[in-house]
């Protein structure tokens, strides 16, 4: 076969990819919903499908439809012996509704109705000088409208939240050393202090301060070590031994995020602070592993935020440097994240 029938034959298989591209996440939420992975859980770690349809109340034979196409796609075992679905790691640690570490509640965020609304605006977003799909859809940036919205809020925040814990367990693993020496550490937009909690816990030596706008610090658990503050970090941003900002500045522009970082870094100490930024880096024409979920986020971004975007090497020394820091260094830790650590 020469080489334009392979990609022509490679196109007609992938096309399919896209016409259904909405099914695996819709399924998904479906299967998180009806608590299938906890249920197989409850029942020792395998079922079969009839007793699991009576658990879960649904009919047999459209559940084993649901079952075959999840099972298809790795998320369970079915045990030919015996008759009795099992979980994998995928299922574990997508669709468990309670699990300490499944992300769940990240898909039930992105795939709510809410979430997915600015996605059929998202033209919006490319409109010649600037637009935005969240704002053509609800008339304010995602900032404005969770606030008043009490149930968007807490779905986004459990959402991330959820994402936080695997996040930063990783961090700590691959780079801990980052948070020595440091007695007190500000997280800027920190959400409910899931961050502060995993980092506090594994450096005792670090105090934390959780700051967050009022109505997302004004929910938050009580965490010991942790102290939460309410704010605003384009006006004020509480002064600290270091600040660390993940998944914030991805939010924002570039002269937002210069703004926001010029006051974290006149919040820490001159000589010995240092601003630790978790974000992504895009590597242009370097393909890894999590390259389509880094260029996934940026499309994230393009539909959820004003002007935020994910950034490449470049846009991040331009963002830095503006904001006046005097030396930094990157570590990519072999995530969709990497570590900057800016020095004032
Ligand atoms: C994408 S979430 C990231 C949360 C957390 N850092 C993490 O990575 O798990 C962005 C956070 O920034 C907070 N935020 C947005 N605007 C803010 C502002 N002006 N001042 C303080 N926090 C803000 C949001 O409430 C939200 O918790």
Redesign the pocket.
């Given at each position: 076969m020469d080489a334009k029938s392979i990609k022509e034959e490679k196109a007609e298989l992938e096309i399919w990819q896209y016409i259904f591209g909405f099914t695996p996440v819709a399924v998904v939420k479906c299967a998180i919903e009806l608590e299938i992975a906890d249920t197989i859980e409850s029942h020792g770690g395998a079922v079969s499908l009839p007793d699991l349809a009576s658990a879960v109340c649904c009919s047999p034979s459209a559940l084993g439809r649901i079952m075959r196409y999840l099972t298809h796609r790795g998320f369970f075992e079915l045990h030919e012996s015996t008759h009795k679905y099992s979980n994998t790691p995928l299922s574990l640690r997508l669709l468990l509704k309670n699990g300490a570490n499944s992300v769940a509640p990240f898909l039930l965020m992105e795939a709510s109705p809410e979430m997915l609304a600015p996605w059929h605006r998202l033209r919006a977003s490319a409109a010649p000088g600037g637009g935005s799909a969240f704002r053509a859809v609800y008339g304010e940036d995602f900032?404005d409208y969770a606030s008043q919205n009490p149930a968007v809020s807490k779905l986004f925040?459990d959402g991330?939240?959820s994402?936080?814990t695997r996040a930063i367990c990783e961090i700590i693993e691959r780079c801990g050393d980052v948070f020595e020496g440091i007695g007190c550490l500000l997280?800027?937009?920190?959400?409910d202090g899931?961050?502060l909690r995993y980092i506090t816990e594994a450096c005792p030596w670090v105090r934390g301060i959780n700051?967050?706008?009022p109505h997302?610090v004004c929910v938050a658990p009580q965490i010991r070590g942790v102290e939460h503050v309410a704010?605003?970090?384009?006006k004020h941003i509480p002064e600290a031994d270091a600040v660390f900002i993940?998944?914030?500045l991805h939010?924002r522009s570039d002269d937002e995020c210069m703004h926001v970082l010029k006051k974290c870094r006149e919040a820490v100490p001159k000589e010995t602070g240092k601003v630790i930024i978790v974000e992504t880096v895009i590597v242009e024409g370097e393909e890894d592993e999590y390259s389509d979920t880094k260029l996934a986020l940026d499309m994230v971004m393009m539909a959820h935020t004003e002007k935020g975007k994910e950034r490449t090497f470049e846009e991040w020394d331009c963002v830095i440097k503006g904001a006046g820091f005097s030396s930094y260094t990157v570590k990519h830790i072999g995530s969709i994240f990497s570590i900057i650590v800016a020095c004032p």
């Open positions: 900032w925040d991330i939240a994402h936080a997280d800027v937009g920190g959400g899931t961050t700051f967050d706008l997302v704010g605003d970090m384009f993940k998944w914030v939010d």
